[in-house]
């Protein structure tokens, strides 16, 4: 086994251990909660107490708690959620349309900040100094330090309300019935509602990519190759173009990173936006104790992230020479 496959199976191993972790966390915490989820049930007079126990049992809550967490692991493991508590839905009906729902919204505004910032980011980092380095730098910085929530209720004031551009709200028009996810998102509707959180999305993100891409710059526009190529006698453009390329990895690992995280959504801006995302719905589900729909909710938002992070490891291990995959620093 070579040493890059020993690192790759350290790193497997160690996302495995860490999904275990993070599931588990989630079942203990939902379990130490106040309340149950069929307290507001109960109180409505919606059902009995026998009824309760019935659906108890039903569930497997009456049964003792290490046998509830191996089953747990089990339907985890094997990708078989169940049924929706409050809503007596399969679980994975209710969570694939609201995950759609964020990744249609997040990884386009992730993808297009990340090439757009990420060359204004390299364009001002070879032009130190300037006027739109400094702007770029402050813009960016205070959208990204602004809770997005913040930015999304400032929008919704001023293009929605005042200007009256844009919907403030929602995914589609209430009298709006598309079919099926094609006539959903390529409907004229929907684009005119998912402009509003789309530009929120893309400023939000905006701050680190350039950041990032402007640092590469400027720590690669002294170094030995770019000499040369300038003795070479290459332009300005050709010069930065190859300062831009060789400052890519960072950039690469950290937009791994963030897509990861984007199966999470952005829960605050779903939630000014009125947007049925993934994010939204965890809310909900949290407030209702809907421990199906959670425990689902949650292991899906920690596989990305734990997946995302073993590729970003990848990526600097196979692309980076300088990184060692012994664990035992640069080779």
């Given at each position: 086994m070579s040493e890059f496959q020993r690192f790759l199976a350290k790193r497997l191993a160690i996302s495995?251990?860490?999904?275990?972790?993070?599931?588990?966390?989630?079942?203990?915490?939902?379990?130490?909660?106040?309340?149950?989820?069929?307290?507001s049930l109960v109180t409505a007079g919606n059902l009995s107490q026998q009824q309760i126990t019935e659906i108890r049992a039903m569930y497997?809550?009456?049964?003792?708690?290490?046998?509830?967490?191996l089953s747990y692991l089990q339907s985890i493991l094997l990708f078989?959620?169940?049924?929706?508590?409050?809503?007596?839905?399969?679980v994975w009906g209710v969570l694939a349309p609201r995950l759609v729902n964020t990744l249609i919204l997040l990884v386009p505004a992730l993808v297009t900040?990340?090439?757009?910032?990420?060359?204004?980011?390299?364009?001002?980092?070879?032009?130190?100094?300037?006027?739109?380095?400094?702007?770029?730098?402050?813009?960016?910085?205070?959208?990204?330090?602004?809770?997005?929530?913040?930015?999304?209720i400032l929008f919704v004031i001023v293009f929605a309300y005042n200007l009256e551009l844009v919907p403030a709200f929602g995914m589609r028009s209430i009298s709006a019935s598309p079919e099926g996810y094609v006539e959903t998102f390529t409907s004229l509707d929907f684009l005119h509602h998912y402009v509003l959180p789309f530009t929120v999305s893309v400023l939000y993100y905006s701050g680190d990519f350039l950041l990032l891409a402007r640092n590469g710059v400027v720590e690669k526009r002294g170094s030995e190759f770019l000499k040369l190529h300038r003795a070479k006698g290459l332009s300005e453009m050709q010069q930065l173009a190859r300062a831009g390329r060789n400052s890519m990895l960072p950039i690469l690992t950290y937009f791994a990173l963030r897509l990861g995280m984007?199966?999470?959504?952005?829960?605050?801006?779903?939630?000014?936006f009125g947007w049925p995302g993934i994010g939204r719905e965890l809310v909900l589900a949290i407030q209702q104790q809907d421990y199906p729909l959670v425990q689902a909710a949650v292991f899906i938002m920690a596989l990305a992230v734990i997946v995302a992070n073993l590729v970003a490891d990848v990526l600097y291990a196979y692309f980076d020479p300088t990184v060692s995959t012994s664990g035992g620093g640069a080779a």
């Open positions: 495995i251990v860490l999904t275990l972790v993070a599931v588990s966390v989630i079942f203990v915490v939902l379990r130490l909660l106040p309340g149950s989820p069929f307290e497997g809550l009456d049964q003792p708690m290490w046998r509830q967490y078989q959620f169940g049924y929706s508590i409050l809503r007596s839905q399969p900040t990340a090439v757009l910032s990420s060359l204004l980011g390299m364009y001002v980092g070879w032009n130190r100094g300037s006027k739109l380095e400094k702007l770029s730098i402050i813009a960016t910085t205070f959208l990204r330090s602004t809770p997005v929530f913040i930015t999304g984007i199966f999470q959504g952005l829960i605050l801006l779903e939630v000014v």
